[in-house]
Nanobody, 125 residues
Protein backbone atom coordinates (compact mmCIF):
# COMPACT_ATOMS: atom_id res chain seq x y z
CA UNK A 1 0.00 0.00 0.00
CA UNK A 2 1.06 3.53 -0.72
CA UNK A 3 -0.20 6.56 1.15
CA UNK A 4 0.00 9.98 -0.44
CA UNK A 5 -0.41 13.29 1.34
CA UNK A 6 -0.52 16.57 -0.53
CA UNK A 7 0.26 19.95 0.97
CA UNK A 8 1.06 23.48 -0.09
CA UNK A 9 -2.26 24.62 -1.48
CA UNK A 10 -3.83 27.93 -0.59
CA UNK A 11 -5.18 31.24 -1.80
CA UNK A 12 -2.89 33.06 -4.21
CA UNK A 13 -3.26 36.14 -6.36
CA UNK A 14 -3.10 35.81 -10.11
CA UNK A 15 0.48 35.98 -11.31
CA UNK A 16 1.82 34.45 -8.14
CA UNK A 17 3.56 31.12 -7.61
CA UNK A 18 2.93 28.07 -5.51
CA UNK A 19 4.71 24.81 -4.81
CA UNK A 20 2.67 21.75 -3.95
CA UNK A 21 4.21 18.74 -2.25
CA UNK A 22 3.19 15.10 -2.26
CA UNK A 23 4.73 12.92 0.42
CA UNK A 24 4.57 9.19 -0.17
CA UNK A 25 4.77 6.54 2.51
CA UNK A 26 4.54 2.80 2.35
CA UNK A 27 6.16 0.86 -0.45
CA UNK A 28 7.24 2.76 -3.51
CA UNK A 29 9.60 1.64 -6.21
CA UNK A 30 11.72 3.46 -8.71
CA UNK A 31 9.47 2.11 -11.48
CA UNK A 32 6.55 4.11 -10.13
CA UNK A 33 5.23 7.11 -11.96
CA UNK A 34 3.83 9.93 -9.85
CA UNK A 35 1.24 12.22 -11.30
CA UNK A 36 -0.67 15.37 -10.52
CA UNK A 37 -4.27 15.80 -11.51
CA UNK A 38 -6.68 18.62 -10.79
CA UNK A 39 -10.42 19.03 -10.60
CA UNK A 40 -12.13 22.38 -10.86
CA UNK A 41 -15.68 22.93 -9.61
CA UNK A 42 -18.18 21.40 -11.98
CA UNK A 43 -15.49 19.87 -14.17
CA UNK A 44 -13.97 16.46 -14.61
CA UNK A 45 -10.63 15.57 -13.12
CA UNK A 46 -7.85 16.34 -15.58
CA UNK A 47 -4.26 15.27 -15.93
CA UNK A 48 -1.63 17.91 -15.24
CA UNK A 49 1.77 16.24 -15.24
CA UNK A 50 3.66 13.13 -14.18
CA UNK A 51 7.19 12.00 -13.47
CA UNK A 52 8.88 8.64 -13.27
CA UNK A 53 10.76 8.23 -9.99
CA UNK A 54 13.63 6.47 -11.74
CA UNK A 55 15.29 8.66 -14.31
CA UNK A 56 12.97 11.60 -13.80
CA UNK A 57 11.30 11.55 -17.20
CA UNK A 58 8.32 13.88 -17.27
CA UNK A 59 5.13 14.42 -19.19
CA UNK A 60 2.97 17.55 -19.18
CA UNK A 61 -0.49 18.40 -20.37
CA UNK A 62 -0.29 20.95 -23.17
CA UNK A 63 -2.36 23.38 -21.13
CA UNK A 64 0.29 23.70 -18.42
CA UNK A 65 3.55 23.50 -20.33
CA UNK A 66 5.82 26.39 -19.51
CA UNK A 67 4.17 27.28 -16.20
CA UNK A 68 4.15 23.99 -14.29
CA UNK A 69 7.21 22.03 -13.25
CA UNK A 70 7.19 18.62 -11.64
CA UNK A 71 10.18 17.31 -9.72
CA UNK A 72 10.97 14.64 -7.19
CA UNK A 73 13.25 13.99 -4.25
CA UNK A 74 13.54 10.23 -4.01
CA UNK A 75 15.41 10.43 -0.70
CA UNK A 76 12.42 12.21 0.82
CA UNK A 77 9.81 10.19 -1.09
CA UNK A 78 8.33 13.49 -2.15
CA UNK A 79 7.13 14.86 -5.45
CA UNK A 80 6.69 18.57 -6.06
CA UNK A 81 4.60 20.66 -8.40
CA UNK A 82 5.74 24.21 -8.92
CA UNK A 83 3.20 26.49 -10.50
CA UNK A 84 4.22 29.88 -11.82
CA UNK A 85 2.15 32.76 -13.16
CA UNK A 86 -1.00 31.37 -11.59
CA UNK A 87 -4.26 32.11 -13.36
CA UNK A 88 -7.82 32.05 -12.03
CA UNK A 89 -8.48 29.02 -14.24
CA UNK A 90 -5.88 27.11 -12.24
CA UNK A 91 -8.29 27.12 -9.32
CA UNK A 92 -8.96 23.48 -8.48
CA UNK A 93 -8.30 20.69 -6.05
CA UNK A 94 -4.94 19.21 -6.93
CA UNK A 95 -4.43 15.51 -6.42
CA UNK A 96 -1.27 13.46 -6.29
CA UNK A 97 -1.41 9.92 -7.62
CA UNK A 98 0.88 6.93 -8.02
CA UNK A 99 1.04 4.47 -10.92
CA UNK A 100 2.93 1.32 -9.91
CA UNK A 101 2.65 -0.43 -13.27
CA UNK A 102 6.07 0.49 -14.65
CA UNK A 103 4.45 1.19 -18.00
CA UNK A 104 5.16 4.42 -19.92
CA UNK A 105 3.85 7.51 -18.18
CA UNK A 106 0.13 7.88 -18.66
CA UNK A 107 -2.29 10.79 -18.47
CA UNK A 108 -5.18 8.43 -17.82
CA UNK A 109 -6.50 8.50 -14.27
CA UNK A 110 -7.45 4.79 -14.02
CA UNK A 111 -3.78 3.89 -14.50
CA UNK A 112 -3.06 5.42 -11.11
CA UNK A 113 -3.83 3.09 -8.24
CA UNK A 114 -3.13 5.36 -5.30
CA UNK A 115 -4.45 8.85 -4.66
CA UNK A 116 -4.02 11.54 -2.07
CA UNK A 117 -6.84 13.48 -0.50
CA UNK A 118 -6.15 16.60 -2.54
CA UNK A 119 -5.12 20.14 -1.75
CA UNK A 120 -7.12 23.21 -2.72
CA UNK A 121 -5.56 25.91 -4.87
CA UNK A 122 -7.56 29.09 -5.28
CA UNK A 123 -6.35 31.89 -7.52
CA UNK A 124 -7.91 35.30 -7.13
CA UNK A 125 -8.01 37.76 -10.00
Amino acid sequence: QVQLVESGGGLVQAGGSLTLSCAASGRTFSSYAMGWFRQAPGKEREFVTAIRLSGGSTYYADSVKGRFTISRDNAKNTVYLQINNLKPEDTAVYYCAADPSGLPISSVAPRYDYWGQGTQVTVSS
